[in-house]
């Protein structure tokens, strides 16, 4: 591309392996690679743009999608190096944007077809990657729904044999330098309690409710909520994401990245089906079904089927939807493969994982609106969710709170857990804005038990002062 404007002898880049322009274009994209990670701050920004945040610093693509796009699945890129993987596929990320579209945009159906490419070629990577963690139990036998042409997208040419040497030996420099600033932020996050990752978890979902149906907002907020609540009681085994000595922090960042992919093309996918159905009137779930793309779209979704549901949130989220087996038969076994993946990601005690993880699920319940209306289904989170989390208590964790939908007796020691618990609601993370009330049950006949102290008396009353009316 950019040795057609020069002369021959003033062209900036020669492929010699007589592949076309791909040598000169991996040598311009590698070379913005090593400026953009340039040094510490550079990293910082890298590490933040592992996930969606919707703040001032919101990042304008740097490639164009159908650019970005073919580059991601031009097969070469499997050889590269995951750190040039996970930059690749946030630019595409960024190309494809959140941004719900306005309501007078014409809509282009090529759009939908690049939208639900990267969404199936993100699974495939997801598959590809998540394969190679040594997380079996957690994947299940999921092959099989591998698709034909995507599987024999293996390439023997390798990534660096396009590349000029030194334009290799800055790579490799680069991802060596990578793994300072990974022990770094490592070190950040050691020192940062479960309780401080579980209010930061809510903060985030409230600074994303911006993508989800307005009239939903609340009861997503508080679906979710109910969900977090669950995972420092979780039992997940010996089945972990990352293991210090043992997992790259290439790995990490080519998974986060890889999320970022799948929920921002999902994502956009449906809210074209979304503008779609408005523009024509649709109105039921068949109607829906009729639209072009949505069927590519629920058949994607199938491959989650494939997964396993083997850790206790999966099970449970299983459970709940079972009363509504005709609701969501597709969907579904994203929201719990996710609900999973979340679980894990808590359990590394990786930020950027977990808010990855976060918005995935978000993006699925806006999936959930789109084919009922309605998030009947899992409504009733509302009451099982809420009824007693239990703790394994260790020297290094805090506990959780223990909620009961009906006053009971129990143990002081889950009643201490309580305290704990509600002392970290009151935190500045958790009550910037209204948590709403079918989340914490402030009715005095659905609160749970309180150890009668004066600390306690002015949290509650606080609580409930916080309560909208």
Known sequence: MIDSAPSRSERLFVCPSGHGNIG??????CAHFVVSLSDEQAFENFLNRLFWCHGEDFRIPEMSLPAALSLLLNPIMLSAPKLFQA??????????GICMPQPNTMLDPKLMDCYTEAFERSIFLYTRHMSSLHVDDFLGDNGSFIRSGLHGSSSKLNFESFLHPATRDKLHHLISKSYDAWNSYLSSMSSRTNSELVAASIA????????????????????LSCIILRYPSNDIGDTLLYKK??????????LASILKLMSSSLLQAIWYVKHLRSSVCLKSLEDVSSC????????????????????PIQKFLCETLQSHPARHKKSRWMFFHFSGLLSLSYASG???????CLFALMVVLNMFIIEEGDLAAVDSLFGSSLESFSSKS???????????????????????IQEMYLRLLVSREMITSPISPRLLLFNSEHAPPYVPTTENNTIKQELQNMAPS
Do not use: N, P, R, W
């Open 24 to 29: 000169s274009v991996l040598e311009v994209i």
């Open 245 to 254: 000595e043992e997992t790259s922090s290439q790995d990490i960042y080519l």
């Open 87 to 96: 930059y690749l596929i946030l630019m595409v990320s960024e190309a494809i």
């Open 394 to 416: 260790s020297d290094k964790s805090e506990g959780v709170m223990a909620i009961s939908k009906s006053s009971q007796i129990v143990s002081s020691k889950i009643q201490k």
């Open 204 to 223: 985030f979902m409230k600074e994303s409710l911006c993508i989800v149906d307005e009239s939903f907002k609340d009861e997503i907020l508080s679906i």
């Open 292 to 311: 072009k793309g949505y069927d590519v779209i629920v058949d994607i979704l199938g491959c989650f089927e494939h997964f396993s549901i083997s850790l």
């Open 350 to 356: 990786l930020d950027f994982l977990v808010k990855d």
